[in-house]
């Protein structure tokens, strides 16, 4: 882990920023954040039309001084804005991706 980042609130600070993108007023975006535990979510709540929707749209988590993204729904990658905060390649990993597959991407395996 870069000492110079603190990654607990950098990715706070992301995932704020991240609410800002709301593409319905019905649809209300909420950021949990579990520093006990290290883990950190951004959900989207609320109405289309009739049927009502909950979905997590970013889970990330602080695994053994990694950045583990374990869910992904942003149109860019969360894991876009984390490198251009300064956080290196080998500091984060692809959770959602398949672990045998995650040596072909630019990021760390574990």
């Known amino acids: 882990m870069d000492t110079q980042l603190n990654y607990p609130t950098l990715i706070k600070n992301i995932l704020q920023a991240q609410t ?7 649809i209300e975006s909420h950021v949990v954040f579990d520093d006990e535990h290290n883990r950190y979510i951004l959900l989207e709540l609320g109405w289309i039309d009739k049927k009502y929707t909950h979905d997590c749209i ?23 804005s984390l490198l251009e905060a300064g956080v290196p390649n080998d500091d ?16 760390a395996v574990d």
């Open 58 to 80: 970013i889970n990330i988590e602080l695994i053994n001084h990694k950045i583990w993204i374990q869910c992904d729904g942003t149109e860019e990658g969360i894991a876009t």
């Open 92 to 107: 984060i990993v692809l959770g959602f991706r398949y672990p045998k597959l995650r040596q072909y991407t630019d990021f």
């Open 20 to 26: 800002q993108y709301q593409f319905d007023n019905s």
